[in-house]
C-alpha cells in the first residue's frame, strides 16, 4: 500500500512561492498523485494530479521526478486566502482515498 | 455547478440516539464516500459504496451503517450514538472510473452529548 510523508506545517508570507514536498516510497506503477486543499470548516478540495514530470493548472503546479518515489506542490505568489491544509494522496485500494493529516500552511502578510 | 449536499451543517444528539446523516449528490457519480474528521487524525474512512444498494466498510466502521437507496443519496446511521462519535462528518462522491476526483460536501458537525 502506497503511503504519504509530508511535513506537519509550513508558514509563508505572502508574495512568496511555496513548496509542499510529499514523499511516496511504495507508489504503485499505475497510481498517479494526487493534492487536495482544505479550508477550515469545509471538505477537501481537489487542486491537482499527475503522474509524471511536471502539471500546471491556474492554482498549482506539480513536480514529479523520474522515480515518482516524491512530489513536489508549488503555489505562486500566495495570498492569505491560501491559508489550509494540503494533502498528498496517493489511491490504495479501488477508488478510495486516503486522506493523513496534511500540511498546514500558514500565510502571514 | 456540481454538489454534494449533507442535509445539516450543524446537529446536536444525545447519547442513544438514532441519527441519520443524509447525503445527496447531482453528478450521477457511482461511488459515494462517508469520512469523519478530528483533530490530529485527518479524515478516515467509514463506509462506501459503488452502486445503489452495494456498501464496503473503510477503516472505521464499528457503530455505524449505511443506505444507498437511490443513487444520488447516500446516509450514514448512527445506530446508538456515542460521545465518542462527536465529530465532522464529510460526504464525497466520485465517478466509478476516477480515482482521484472526489467532490465533498461541507461537513456535518455533530455533537453527541
Known amino acids: 500500500l502506497a503511503k504519504t510523508t509530508q511535513p506537519i506545517s509550513m508558514d509563508s508570507y505572502e508574495g512568496q512561492e511555496v513548496n509542499i514536498t510529499c514523499s511516496h516510497n511504495n507508489i504503485a506503477t499505475n497510481d498517479y498523485i494526487t493534492w487536495y486543499q482544505q479550508f477550515p470548516s469545509q471538505g477537501p478540495r481537489f487542486i491537482i494530479q499527475?503522474?509524471?514530470t511536471k502539471v500546471t493548472n491556474e492554482v498549482a503546479s506539480l513536480f514529479i521526478p523520474a522515480d515518482r518515489k516524491s512530489s513536489t506542490l508549488s503555489l505562486p505568489r500566495v495570498s492569505l486566502s491560501d491559508t489550509a491544509v494540503y494533502y498528498c494522496?496517493?489511491?490504495?485500494?479501488?477508488?478510495?482515498?486516503?486522506f493523513g493529516k496534511g500540511t498546514m500552511l500558514l500565510v502571514s502578510p | 455547478d456540481v454538489k454534494v449536499t449533507q442535509s445539516s451543517r450543524y446537529l446536536v444528539k444525545r447519547t442513544g440516539e438514532k441519527v441519520f446523516l443524509e447525503c445527496v449528490q447531482d453528478?450521477?457519480?457511482?461511488?459515494m464516500f462517508w469520512y469523519r474528521q478530528d483533530p490530529g487524525l485527518g479524515l478516515r474512512l467509514i463506509y462506501f459504496s459503488y452502486d445503489v444498494k452495494m456498501k464496503e466498510k473503510g477503516d472505521i466502521p464499528e457503530g455505524y451503517s449505511v443506505s444507498r437507496e437511490k443513487k444520488e443519496r447516500f446516509s450514514l446511521i448512527l445506530e446508538s450514538a456515542s460521545t465518542n462519535q462527536t465529530s465532522m462528518y464529510l460526504c464525497?462522491?466520485?465517478?466509478?472510473?476516477?480515482?482521484?476526483?472526489?467532490?465533498f460536501g461541507s461537513g456535518t458537525r455533530l455533537t453527541v452529548v
Open positions: 453528478m450521477d457519480h457511482e461511488n
Open positions: 464525497a462522491s466520485s465517478l466509478r472510473t476516477d480515482n482521484y476526483g472526489y467532490t
Open positions: 494522496l496517493v489511491p490504495e485500494g479501488y477508488s478510495t482515498l486516503t
Open positions: 499527475g503522474y509524471k
